[in-house]
């Protein structure tokens, strides 16, 4: 079993930043690709970014692509996000995500072995 827990969500103003964080725990050498998906008031839950076992590829939905940086730090079992020039659609509960099989799509819920319980980012215009 391995746990995941976020934390580092928060309320800020549209243009800041936030940089949220994944602890993982357990048997974390089974995991390979990890995640972040965020899931808004009555919206389903929504892929934002995926990072390779060992970072050698990284994957951000279109919304995100030169404001968010995902990175992986192995020794300390820990996932980033980086968010910066925050919008007000950005405001949701953000999701850490692991996974124990390989191939197919990162980018859909489905393949996600593990999840945390959610962190609140909340950006205000």
């Known amino acids: 079993q391995v746990q995941l827990v976020e934390s580092g969500g928060g309320l800020v103003q549209a243009g800041g930043s936030l940089r949220l964080s994944c602890v993982a725990s357990?048997?974390?050498?089974?995991?390979?690709?990890m995640g972040w998906f965020r899931q808004a008031p009555g919206k389903e839950r929504e892929f934002v970014s995926a990072?390779?076992?060992?970072?050698?590829?990284?994957y951000y939905t279109d919304s995100v692509k030169g404001r968010f940086t995902i990175s992986r730090d192995n020794a300390k079992n820990t996932l980033y996000l980086q968010m910066n020039s925050l919008k007000p659609e950005d405001t949701a509960v953000y999701y850490c995500?692991?996974?124990?099989?390989?191939?197919?799509?990162?980018?859909?819920?489905?393949?996600?072995?593990?999840w945390g319980q959610g962190t609140q980012v909340t950006v205000s215009s």
């Open positions: 357990g048997r974390t050498l089974s995991l390979y690709t």
């Open positions: 990072i390779t076992r060992m970072s050698s590829s990284t």
């Open positions: 995500a692991a996974r124990t099989s390989r191939g197919g799509s990162s980018s859909i819920t489905g393949p996600y072995d593990y």
